[in-house]
């Protein structure tokens, strides 16, 4: 049963450019969210896609854009990227949008802005 | 607001030694607990969580953690190091009501000698 998948691993952008990341969820998740992990620091959540809705968002801003497509994969849309924006970018996948649910997290994407 | 607090940046034990990383949080209610585990180009590996009950939670590789609702705290332990938990560690904490958006702390970087 394979895990939480993501693509690219690494990434290498300049100021402005955009760039999607991409997650396929855990076999039978139909949850994704996605969180930003810079340097040193923890996960800091993004937003949360269930039945291809964006239902929860952390504070990010507008540039940060995403979608969940029928096979509940999805991906993370980051417009007008910033030097800031550099960092390991994490998805977690469950099953559905419940209490008690576990998340299971891939292995990331690691974006350099340059 | 709920937050997460590791006060631990770096901590190098013996292996065979015994481990204890500190977790406090902010929340204003009994909130859902986890502790994760992330190795280098790894993503993150859930160790345990704690929902309710029983305040001394057993995990995986020999880890276990105890809720101290008076101490707004969620510590993790293990009575012996091994060198493969070298790793950077990471407590959680999860609304009840909004169980899939997790605060994580910064994280405390654990170093064995040998």
């Known amino acids: 049963d394979a895990g939480v998948t993501q693509s690219p691993t690494h990434l290498i952008k300049t100021r402005g450019q955009q760039v999607t990341l991409r997650c396929s969820p855990k076999?039978?998740?139909?949850?994704v969210s996605w969180y930003q992990q810079a340097l040193g620091q923890g996960p800091q959540f993004i937003f949360q896609?269930?039945?291809?809705?964006?239902?929860q968002r952390g504070n990010f801003p507008d540039r940060f854009s995403g979608h969940q497509f029928p096979n509940y994969s999805s991906e993370l849309n980051v417009n007008a990227l910033l030097l800031g924006d550099s960092a390991l970018y994490l998805c977690?996948?469950?099953?559905?949008?419940?209490?008690?649910?576990?998340?299971?997290f891939g292995p990331g994407t690691r974006l350099l802005v340059l | 607001a709920q937050s997460v607090t590791q006060p631990d940046i770096h901590i190098t034990v013996s292996e065979g030694a015994s481990l204890e990383l500190r977790c406090n949080y902010s929340?204003?209610?009994?909130?859902?607990l986890f502790w994760y585990v992330q190795s280098p180009g790894q993503g993150l590996q859930l160790l345990l969580k704690?929902?309710?009950?029983?305040?001394l939670v057993q995990g995986i590789k020999g880890f276990e953690a105890e809720f101290k609702r008076s101490q707004s705290s969620f510590n993790l332990r293990k009575p012996s190091v091994h060198w493969s938990d070298a790793a950077e560690y990471f407590c959680?904490?999860?609304?009840?009501?909004?169980?899939?958006?997790?605060?994580f702390g910064s994280g405390t970087k654990l170093n064995v000698k040998p």
């Open positions: 076999s039978g998740h139909d949850t």
């Open positions: 977690a996948s469950s099953l559905a949008i419940t209490p008690k649910e576990t998340q299971y």
């Open positions: 896609y269930y039945e291809e809705e964006e239902r």
């Open positions: 959680a904490v999860g609304a009840r009501y909004n169980f899939n958006k997790f605060y």
């Open positions: 704690y929902f309710s009950g029983d305040t």
């Open positions: 929340y204003g209610a009994t909130p859902y």
